[in-house]
């Protein structure tokens, strides 16, 4: 990491006065910091307007200039107590040499690993050239947040991102993934790479100015329960270990994303400073069951910010009312989806700020 240092790229403060900071470190304020998934995207006019002008996806992640304006996008319209990076969880196997294209109306589609030799030509050695961009854009986004507004940055957790390297593509029950980690020798040696490389690419960003880092496993949920703790709660308390044993004081936050009861194993087993929490959770059990040393992020529908009316406010207000008394992070269960009315984001964020949720 020396050369990154020598390219000018700063050591996060460990004292911080943000609210999202504050709250991760285990303060309980009677209105919690809000910022929600996939707050920049195509839901936002604005955003459409610059994705109309770039070439691929993976163009707008590796443009500095850009992703750094869409990520500022939802803080200027929403002022959300934290930005998250404009980047993909797909960024880090395409660091590694994997073939990774976005391709309009089919999404992510890969060159698969399909076996011992397909691992072995992935490579760690350009992973910090090909990501440089995306720490341009942590520090361009750091000095365009005011005081108050923390940065997140993130990656893929191993299991997830796996299942796009092996399957070659997103699938509904991550088959190929599923029946390689089963019974291929060189499986194991995949997750350990990610995990490798995840930890670089999260002490990376936060030497560009994150102050906050999440590790996304979105399909963790795929897993079964005799394989969740090898595959998911594993991998992830070994990348927290790492980021860690640097950076002591940076907050991480899981999100083992349709777990269910693994949730309570999850946050106990993997050193995360707080865990996100999938729609499909109910806030009242997460409360009783999940450690209170564990923040608590999420829950709201997404479907219910697109019907906005009483679903929205109700779901507002069960969290507010679940959550009381213990530090929590408002978020939604799951990312914003395209067809989102950004004036329904408005309320979730007003409802919360005024406590009328709750």
């Known amino acids: 990491m020396s ?3 020598a390219a000018g790229m700063r050591e996060p403060r460990a004292g911080s006065s943000k609210k999202l900071i504050r709250t991760l470190r285990g303060r309980t304020d009677a209105v919690p910091p809000i910022w929600m998934m996939r707050q ?4 936002l006019p604005e955003y459409r307007q610059i994705r109309a002008r770039t070439g691929s996806f993976l163009d707008l992640c590796y443009s500095p200039e850009l992703a750094c304006e869409v990520t500022l996008q939802p803080i200027r319209r929403y002022g959300f107590d934290a930005a998250i990076l404009f ?15 976005f391709r309009e109306g089919e999404g992510p589609v890969l060159e698969k690993i399909a076996d011992g030799r397909a691992l072995a030509a992935l490579s760690m050695g350009g992973l910090h050239e090909v990501l440089a961009p995306v720490y341009e854009t942590v520090s361009r986004v ?3 947040l005011d005081g108050e507004t923390a940065l997140i940055g993130f990656c893929g957790a191993p299991w997830t991102v796996a299942t796009y390297m092996v399957g070659g593509r997103g699938s509904s029950d991550q088959k190929e993934a599923r029946l390689a980690a089963y019974g291929e020798a060189w499986f194991p040696s995949l997750i350990d790479l990610l995990v490798e490389a995840s930890a670089e690419y999260l002490c990376a960003q936060i030497e560009a100015g994150a102050e906050v880092v999440q590790i996304f496993d979105t399909w963790a949920g795929n897993l079964a329960a005799s394989e969740f703790e090898r595959w998911c709660v594993t991998p992830v308390a070994d990348l927290v270990s790492r980021v860690k044993a640097r ?23 993997t050193g995360v400073d707080g865990v996100g929490l999938d729609s499909a ?7 009783r069951s999940i450690d209170r040393s564990v923040v608590l992020q999420g829950n709201l529908d997404p479907l219910a910010v697109v019907a906005g009316g009483r679903a929205l406010r109700d779901g507002v ?13 408002f978020n939604l269960g799951h990312g914003l989806v395209p067809e989102t009315p950004p004036e329904h984001v408005a309320e979730v964020v007003e409802l919360v700020r005024s406590g009328a949720g709750g």
Not at 40 to 43: E, F, I
Not at 252 to 266: L, N, T
Not at 281 to 287: G, S, T
Request: proline letters at 6%; aromatic letters at 10%; hydrophobic letters at 45%.
């Open 3 to 5: 050369s990154l240092k």
């Open 40 to 43: 920049a995207g195509r839901y």
């Open 87 to 101: 980047a993909d969880i797909l960024l880090v196997p395409h660091a590694l040499g994997q073939n990774v294209e």
């Open 142 to 144: 750091r000095e365009g």
């Open 247 to 269: 950076y002591r004081d940076v907050p991480v936050i899981g999100f083992p994303r349709g777990c269910g009861s693994g949730y309570a194993a999850f946050a106990e087993l």
């Open 281 to 287: 959770v109910d806030p009242a059990w997460a409360a």
């Open 317 to 329: 207000a069960a969290i507010e009312s679940a959550f009381a008394g213990r530090a929590h992070v």
